[in-house]
């Protein structure tokens, strides 16, 4: 299990250069992202709704409130579409025409159904927590029985997928490498501060070790 | 012209605190984000594509290969959805339940059409290039005829958008404030790192000033 079948729809038409069908390279890409974009189409009106996820294996959760209009379509095994973008540098070129972004992005095709096995809801629901900051699940309190029925669960099989990225400088055309401009790329990256304790936080309680390390560290 | 009439589709329901119909609210957000996740139907399959865009009055436009599938798909006027998303912190609650993230959304709602007038395609590519480095546009080559027939502009009129936002701190149930867990903010940003110049930029040319100064600075 690597590459994916390519579909006519998911396949990278412009640009193949930049496409790839392998999961091993999405897997990363969707678990280092906090949210994704979720596409749906109701009464042939498309939406899209940025959403807090998590990857399990070959499947993508979603969660959200039992009466939410957007998860009861969902949860009727709609098909849909669950883009993660990095944007990493906007890229100049001596021309307009080749200005360009680095990006990495994963789009991601399948079907939602809902779960309603409780003992699966109460994993998933953990690993979201992780999802949002690996190590959290094991600290707070996890969701009661009367939460994990107001909470609607989502299972999308990732049935297809493809990865298109840029990396790298402008690419100028040969009669333009004279011209005065500079040229070359901004960088950009998501940066995360350092986390701010809540107003009525007990004092005593101090910063947990997940979040004194790594992309959390002050 | 401040609030857009709600209708059903884009009436935000579930928590409607956090949401808004106001395009004062909305442009600011629009046009500080440099990319928006693309949303269209092909055949009820659902689409979601990562977009580099710019908004001038109430339009977004989007731009990329005549050739593209995409593109060609969404200038026959398809209905189309544009979000955008700022991510602004993680937010941790004493409960798993009530984790969540602090935001500010857009979700436009409209209908693509091809504009092909040479000159209006030129002026909005300017501001393309602009909507990525302020100030870019009257530095570099500009596109040529060649260039601008090979690039295929799309006007998308925001005919209708909802704002929806989350931010501060989490709320926890009474019963749960006495537990002993960091309860807090993780603030996340979109953050640009020092201009890196083309490996082969000629080294007389110096930075220029739209990149010295803001979001750009070292």
């Known amino acids: 299990m690597t590459e994916l079948p390519t579909i006519p729809n998911t396949r990278v038409r412009r640009l193949p250069e930049r496409g790839s069908y392998d ?10 992202a906090q949210i994704a974009h979720v596409g749906f189409v109701v009464d042939a009106q498309p939406y899209v709704i940025p959403m ?10 979603l969660h959200g409130s039992v009466g939410s209009r957007m998860l009861q379509h969902l949860a009727t095994g709609a098909p849909c579409c669950v883009t993660v973008t990095h944007l990493d540098g906007l890229v100049l070129a001596r021309s307009h025409f080749n200005h360009s972004a680095n990006y990495r992005s994963v ?34 309190r996890a969701a009661n029985r009367k939460e994990l029925a107001a909470t609607a669960l989502l299972e ?16 100028d055309l040969d009669d333009d ?10 960088p950009l990256q998501s940066a995360a501060g350092a986390p701010i304790a809540a107003s009525d936080l007990n004092p005593d309680i101090r910063l947990p070790s997940y979040l004194q390390s790594g992309v959390y560290a002050a």
């Not at 998933?124 to 992780?130: G, P, R, S, Y």
């Open 177 to 186: 490498m004279n011209l005065p401009v500079w040229a070359g790329v901004v």
């Open 52 to 61: 807090l996820f998590v990857r399990i294996d070959d499947c993508i959760f």
């Open 156 to 171: 999308v099989q990732i049935e297809h997928l493809s990865v298109k990225t840029r990396s790298g400088g402008p690419k």
């Open 107 to 140: 789009v991601v095709f399948g079907h939602s159904t809902l779960i309603s096995d409780l003992q699966q809801k109460e994993r998933i629901l953990l690993k979201l927590v992780d999802a949002l900051v690996p190590g959290r699940s094991l600290d707070g």
């Open 23 to 32: 999961r091993e390279l999405a897997y990363p890409l969707l678990d280092a």
